[in-house]
Structure formats: C-alpha cells, structure tokens
C-alpha cells in the first residue's frame, strides 16, 4: 500500500511540473514583442539591398544604407560618406513612422504614405513587405557601437566612389613606369555603377573645370578569401584595361594597387555630394546637395581570385 501511495505522489508530482512547464513554455511561445518594440530595438537597421525580392520598389527604402525608427521619427542615412558621425550615427530625419495592427507605417517627406508588414526573421533581423508594390526589403540591426562599417563600406563600394564629384590622385609610389601614371582624376557617375570617366589635367584644378579625357566602363568584382578587398577594371573605349586591387583607407581616401606594375597610387575625393541634406545642415560651402532620385539595386558581383604580385 505505501508503495503504491508513494507512485502515485511521484505520478502526481510529475504531471503538476509537466504541465507548469507546459504553461510557462507556451506562454513564452505565445509572447510577441510589439512593432514598435522591434524596430525600436536597434539604433540603426541596415537595409541589405542585395537581397531584396519582388517586382516593386519604395525609393526612400532602397536609397537608404541605414534606417532608424525611434519615438516616432525617422532617420536614415543616404550617403556612406561621414556615416556614423551624421546625426550622431543614425542619419537625416526624413519623416514619421507609426506601429498599428502588426504594421510599420511611415510618412515620408517626399515619397509619402507607405505601410510595411513586418517579419522578425531573428533577434536582430526583419523584414519589411509592402503588398502595393510587392517589395520585400531585408533589414539587420544593430547598436551605434557595433555597428560593422567595413562591411557597409565594401558591400556598397560602387555607391562610394559615386559620392564625390572627383577623385584626385595625391600620390605615386613604387613600381614602374605605366600609361596609367598620368591619369590624374578618375569620376565615377552616379547615374549607373558602370561608367567611368578619366582625366590628365594637372593636380589643383577645380573639379568643376577638369576636362574629362577618356570615358570607359568600370566592373568591381568579389576577391576569393578577402572581405575587405576588391579588384577593379577599368575598360576604356579604346580597348585598354587596367586592373588594381582596390582598398578603402577612409570615408575620403582610397588605393589603387596597379597589378601589373606594382604601382600603388592614392586618391582623394573631391567635391562630396550629400544626397537629401537640407540646405540648413549642409556645413561647407564645397558639399553639393542632390535630391534627385539615386537609388541602390542589388549588385551581383563576379568574383575573381587574388593574383600573385610580382
């Protein structure tokens, strides 16, 4: 009899803390932080554009490299020049946002009204879905302090060499003597990421006068191994092409490294162009300002292997 007394408390032990697990686990299953928890929950959300998917698009989603959504105002930051130090990390206000019903709706102050449904995909990862359109937009979150701004500057180098009117060779060192020595300002346009433009002109002239002598097409491509490594081409109309590795010393300067040569050139850029600023925060009389309508598209880049350096 005590032994079966005994069972039956064990029995009797074991459904309650079964069934109090039960409970609390699915209430933790069940808990559902808000819309406005999530998207509040980083400082900035860094809009992947190369993954997007669907037909459609909304053009302050896909111009931005940041966005931020905190107490009802919206940041973003367009340009990845001085990202991370305008509007102390999270951008440029540009509008409103408000959670209702499972939904992100914004007010833009140029493109409007759109709503979003939003999908937590991890703890620091959403994504964004506008049914009129039929765009899904993929966001990664993160704090001012960690966020990975190498990795922002080398997925998006094309739109980085856009952000200035000019790049100014500053200085040459080692290899020997090529065609390229001369070339003494490169632009790259900010109507495609595929065109490029060259010039001889002395060092000092005004970017606004440099007479643009060569025009050609330009291809970045992936390097097997290197995250923070690219090669690019530069095909110029007369059939040349010179190849360098391509690296990033700041927001302001980069290196070419001529592979044939073994040149290493440095160029600074000139004549930044901040894309949606209002004239009141623009601080330096040699910023330009464009509102026009430059937008990020996915980059599928080809990928090339290291070559080994003479």
């Not at 209002?278 to 910023?287: C, P, Q, R």
């Amino acid at each position: 009899m005590r032994t079966l007394k005994l069972l039956f408390v064990i029995v009797s032990t074991s459904l309650f803390f079964n069934a109090c697990t039960s409970f609390y686990q699915d209430s933790f299953d069940n808990f559902q932080p808000s819309i406005e928890e999530v998207v509040s929950n980083y400082d900035v959300w860094y809009v992947d554009i190369h993954r997007t998917t669907g037909n459609g698009d909304i053009p302050f989603v896909s111009r931005a490299f940041t966005l931020s959504f905190l107490n009802g105002v919206m940041y973003a930051n367009n340009n990845i020049v001085n990202i991370g130090r305008t509007g102390n990390g999270l951008g440029i206000r540009v509008g409103n946002y408000n959670t209702y019903n499972g939904f992100l709706e914004t007010v833009h102050t140029i493109d409007g009204f759109n709503d979003f449904e939003v999908l937590v995909r991890s703890n620091n990862e959403i994504q964004l879905y506008n049914r009129r359109q039929n765009v899904t937009y993929f966001l990664v979150g993160y704090l001012i302090n960690n966020f990975d701004y190498d990795k922002l500057f080398y997925e998006n180098i094309e739109y980085f060499l856009q952000e200035y009117k000019a790049w100014e060779k500053i200085n040459t060192t080692g290899g020997t003597p090529n065609a390229f020595d001369t070339e003494n300002y490169l632009q790259f346009t900010p109507e495609n990421i595929t065109t490029f433009y060259s010039s001889h002109d002395s060092f000092g002239t005004n970017i606004d006068n440099v007479s643009w002598d060569f025009e050609g097409r330009y291809q970045v491509f992936d390097v097997v191994g290197f995250q923070n490594l690219k090669i690019l081409t530069l095909n110029y109309g007369g059939g040349d092409i010179e190849e360098f590795e391509l690296t990033i010393a700041n927001d302001s300067n980069i290196r070419l490294f001529h592979i044939d040569s073994n040149t290493r050139y440095d160029f600074k850029g000139r004549g930044f162009t901040q894309y949606l600023k209002s004239e009141k925060s623009v601080k330096a009389a040699s910023e330009t300002v464009r509102n026009d309508d430059r937008k990020r598209t996915k980059v599928n880049r080809e990928i090339k292997e290291r070559r080994f350096l003479k």
